[in-house]
């Protein structure tokens, strides 16, 4: 086969143009990752004959390599929320969430990702999936305990707080360490195997095959060098990931998350799913926006501490989630970030943290650190004594720091240097991808529905799109919520052929 | 015709389908603005057969509604910039547009626009653009006079100024006033109609007409309430402007656009022709960026204030152009923008100014000030005071603002309400659109091209890709250079029937 000749994801095959069909079922799906996984098991659950193809030689997917963390709650409260103590209405969850999302929000998604948001859960628990009914309540990045709730977002926090009442809703799998994804992705599949669902590995999805209307018949993959031509009766659902491991969409499409040093995802991350989608006339949207995170907790102590740009000025409340931390630190002007506490809160840095930042400076009085650290002369002098005169009042009216976090910064002073591309750990991945409706069908940039094709998880626009509102959790509940709505919504289908 | 028999954008009829052509040509030009006036003249030039579609009852697109400056210069310097006693480098011209278009720049482009420059430059005197040989030397949003230079961009400011040596490149047409958009497009449009080229007005382009391998053979348009069929033997060009006036396509692709209130553009910005090179294969990238602008000035004596945001805090050089200001404010946390100043330096304000900010307060100190703004008690007093302290001294060292406009800021004070939502002009328009070669042709998310399909104009994302870093010309720039390109390219090509 020449290189012209090579399969393109953007360049659909047409039906026409198909001589022979090696393999035929009713539903394919492309990803064998928290989505495919739970989609494939809702749709044989609902009768239908369903293939997984998977590029690599297990499942897993990104999910595997997470922690899993599930975010849920509403419905007055899942077991676990219930048993900490904790009542959650849909509306608060619904209100939390919509801000979360900002303007590029989907209402429908948001909404309807709430309203199920118990059922999901008793679903997960209904599957296999462990919770145990505790709560762990240090300030953390993930769970190290067994502990199956935690805070994992901004619910606690300005300006979240002034529009839903806190309560924590990451589900936190009941594992010891950090081992929510590899046991999450375990009983997923063995779900699936016990099920009888057909799963093919090493076999790498090349483009779609599609009817001179657009509808959606059928994907051609490849599997020990041929390629094979697959016919899906009622569809394919594409939980192929995102793009976060491809360098060349994300310079085009996500210019900010291109800056960052460390992509989470596996290498299957390339973006091949989102681009198959687009070749069979699918709209990707919101590609802009991705998680980014700056991990500059454990020890929670640091949190008493002041980011400043290099103006030597604050940007955030320090007790934001990680991921809203990273997201501003990346939008500041400037060429520095740097993290300012008082040398008695490094704690135990140096063992606990994932952020790998060194130490930028440290001074006897600030004006001898802001000098170290190169600021301008009086900058971080001042920053420092307006914080300390409002902290000393439990108050931070610049950036409404919660009263918990709030303590004067005294000396001696030490700074973390979280300067982009000085050794800081700068973690991201993909929130942007194919337009969904919450069933999973895949939309044009008109919205309107393309037939026989589906998507769910990475691969599209979920219901979390903004990497100030994320929280850890999302985006595994939206792969796992949506990924089923996606396999039932197939599974019912009528028949393309 | 019911309902579902409507022509989509976004679904491209088949070639297989088309029973009867109604128009047959090699080039079809959709839209009649700078974009496809410019590629029009250079298709007829080379011998092509040429029709234009309108959409309206004339010509003109956005570029007619804008002051039609060009951004031009390099190659040792236009006519105009010699003449003002400029020297310009093609390297210089390049260093700068560089860092203006971020991460996301195509450097293909970027670097042709800049080599092409002076040839660009001459093409439209010879078409009968006239430019005076003077130079407008003061900051102003645009020219009112019939001066030919002036600084249109961030040359001059920080961060920009380490880069690139300061040459101003606004080539302002020779009339007076705010003309030079009406008279760019009157010129353009005698030199379309006097070549002979066809001209079809209120012409509605529905969507592309392609073939089984994804090849354009033509467009479906509607005219009196009729859908025709045209035959191109060559290629469509799809210079059917930006998407500004789509709400539902600002929200999901461009969040922070969708916040501003004065959209720029004509009804036809609609999206559609981005929708329909989006049906055809066509990947559209750099979505969610725009031009956004607070024309904060004249008078120009304001630069000599200072930004600040609910904090209290400063966040930009003021010196700096407009479009990048109003990106800053649109990006700050908080829900307050003020523009602080010395009473004295309102200067004509009421008379001269665009931005239609109302007075937020006044105080005869900057602590009366502070408290009629709301802001925390100190912030304001301490940003004044470290201001003064270093305008003193004609130094910035937290925003690098240049000497020029460094003045302490004395009593009585007085406060802008720049604040979003609060009566301040935001506007803007679409820098995000259909990923293009520089020579027009159309490219999928894997960047092949698709034959038969060129575009220019906003509706592709062109050598402008950020609002931080745009200067006035750069769209009408882009718009006729790539424009004539997308013209020479297509009318070069070999007959596809």
Known sequence: MSTEDKAKATKPRRLKDISEWHKTMDIAIIGFGGAGACAAIEAKDAGADVTIFELSSASGGSTAMSSAEIYMGGNGGT??????????????????????????????????????????????????????????????????????????????????NEVATPVPRGHNLYVDGDNGGPLFMKIMTDNVEKRGVNVEYETRALTLIQDEDGVVHGIVIRQNQKELNVRTHKGVILCAGGFVMNEAMLKRYAPMLSRCNAPTGNPGDDGAGILMGMGAGGA??????????????????????????????????????????????????????????????????????????????????????????????????????????????????????????????????AALDCTLGRGAMYSMFTLGGLDTLPTGEVLTGEREVIKGLYAAGRTTAGMPRTGDGYASGMSVGDVSFFGRWAGRTVAAAENLS
């Not at 948001?110 to 948001?117: T, V």
């Not at 704690?347 to 790998?356: E, L």
């Open 79 to 160: 077991r676990v929320q219930k048993a900490c103590g904790y009542d959650d209405s849909t509306e608060n969850m619904y209100n939390y969430l919509k801000l979360c999302q900002g303007e590029q929000g989907d209402d429908n998604k948001i909404r309807a990702y709430c309203e199920g948001s118990l059922g999901h859960f008793d679903w997960l628990v209904d599957k296999g999936v462990p919770f145990k009914d505790t709560e762990f309540k240090e300030r953390a990045i993930m769970v190290t305990t067994d502990d199956g709730l935690l805070y994992t977002g901004n619910e606690k926090v300005w300006p979240f």
């Open 284 to 413: 990707a949207i919101n590609m802009h926006e991705g998680l980014t995170t700056l991990p500059f907790y454990p020890p929670p102590s640091l949190t008493k501490g002041i980011f400043v740009n290099s103006a030597g000025q604050r940007f955030i409340n320090e007790d934001c989630y990680h991921s809203r931390v990273g997201n501003y630190c990346l939008k500041q002007p400037g060429d520095r970030i740097y993290l300012i506490f008082s040398a008695d809160d490094i704690g135990n840095y140096q063992n606990s943290n994932y952020m790998g930042a060194d130490i930028a400076g440290t001074g006897e009085t600030v004006a001898e650190l802001e000098s170290e650290l190169g600021l301008p002369e009086l900058s971080l002098q001042q920053t420092v004594e307006f914080y300390n005169h409002y902290a000393e009042k439990g108050e931070d009216p610049k950036f409404h720091k919660i009263p918990q976090w709030l303590t004067p910064i005294k000396g001696p002073y």
